[in-house]
């Protein structure tokens, strides 16, 4: 059972458009909400994160947005460049004691940018 | 300081062939975890550790073992490799705050024949 999940396989933008890379999960119980980059033949690397308590975070160019209710969120990139083509994994931490901030990973989504 | 390194980058195995990937830190985070990355399966944690001497069970774990004698190792053995375990690789560390960002080593890509 895919307790998060990126339904979009893939996603290409022009350069200097907006990117918008979606994430959707069903257990309730995640408290935290994090977005890791990957390029090819490297690990990936951690981008922005969100707490349940809030809506929205942002960071430069990456805004995070979480819709708690529908159990949704969503990763904006403005504006796209071509150095930002990559594969976006979305991440949920599982909170409680013994859970020890363990991380469940969506799919991933490729992210295409053209210049 | 180097971060999280694992070793070797690339390995061939034949079914039924042992081998143990290495994982090694420098930053002193006491947890630790093995993930293997597939096509439309995304991340998957195999095995973690919270610190030396403790370890436990990730999602996958069947057809792996774990030791955590040290701070800075974590080994991964393939018992008995089969076809279904060629995958990339990735070990994983963090702080002991499970608020504190994950770090990814570089990977070691799989191959089963």
């Known amino acids: 059972d895919q307790q998060v999940k990126q339904n979009s396989p893939s996603l290409s933008v022009q350069e200097g458009r907006i990117s918008i890379l979606n994430c959707d999960y069903t257990?309730?119980?995640?408290?935290?909400f994090l977005w890791y980059k990957k390029y090819p033949a490297e690990g990936p690397t951690f981008l922005i994160s969100?707490?349940?308590?809030?809506d929205k975070n942002e960071d430069g160019r990456f805004t995070v947005f979480l819709n708690k209710s529908a159990k949704h969120l969503s990763l904006h990139i403005v504006p796209s460049q071509p150095g930002d083509s990559a594969v976006y994994f979305c991440?949920?931490?599982?909170?409680?004691?013994?859970?020890?901030?363990?991380?469940?990973f969506g799919q991933g989504t490729i992210l295409t940018v053209h210049p | 300081n180097a971060g999280v390194t694992q070793t070797p980058k690339f390995q061939v195995l034949k079914t039924g062939q042992s081998m143990t990937l290495q994982c090694a830190q420098d930053?002193?985070?006491?947890?630790m975890s093995w993930y293997r990355q597939d096509p439309g399966m995304g991340l998957r944690l195999i095995h973690y550790s919270v610190g030396a001497g403790i370890t436990d069970q990730g999602e996958v774990p069947n057809g792996y073992n774990v030791s955590r004698s040290t701070t800075e190792d974590f080994p991964l053995r393939l018992l008995s490799a089969a076809p279904s375990q060629t995958s990339v690789y990735f070990c994983a560390t963090r702080r002991g705050n499970v608020k504190d960002t994950q770090y990814f080593g570089p990977g070691t890509r799989l191959t089963v024949l």
């Open positions: 930053m002193n985070h006491e947890y």
């Open positions: 257990n309730s119980m995640f408290d935290y």
């Open positions: 991440a949920a931490r599982t909170a409680g004691g013994t859970s020890y901030g363990k991380l469940t």
């Open positions: 969100i707490s349940s308590i809030k």
